[in-house]
């Protein structure tokens, strides 16, 4: 179960990757890619090298407060906020395009 949760931001994040890559120019997107998977990594570690408070897991619910360094779950929302962002604005964007190219000049 707790591969499922993380797993969403994963799917998320590289979905927004591939936006950046349609939307941007290579070397902007390639700067940016590599950003995104550092950071990655290293929230990643930090994730992982948590001491568990065991009476705190519960058998069906997932939750953060079973983290001892509860600053950790701060790195979730830097992530899901690129994920946001070249998700909707890229929709947004690819929206705008398609509608003025087909409104004509």
Do not use: C, Q
């Not at 290579?26 to 940016?32: D, S, V």
């Not at 992982?48 to 790195?75: C, Q």
């Not at 690129?82 to 998700?87: D, G, I, N």
Request: hydrophobic fraction near 50%; charge should be neutral; avoid cysteine.
């Amino acid at each position: 179960m707790p591969g499922t949760y993380r797993g969403h931001s994963s799917v998320g994040t590289t979905l927004a990757t591939g936006s950046a890559y349609f939307h941007l120019n290579l070397r902007t997107a390639n700067t940016l890619t590599a950003l995104v998977v550092t950071y990655i990594v290293v929230a990643a570690f930090f994730a992982l090298a948590t001491p568990i408070d065991l009476s705190l897991v519960e058998d069906h619910h997932l939750s953060g407060k079973v983290m001892e360094w509860d600053w950790v779950n701060r790195f979730s929302p830097i992530i899901n906020l690129y994920a946001v962002t070249f998700l909707i604005g890229g929709a947004a964007i690819s929206a705008w395009r398609a509608r003025r190219d087909h409104m004509g000049p």
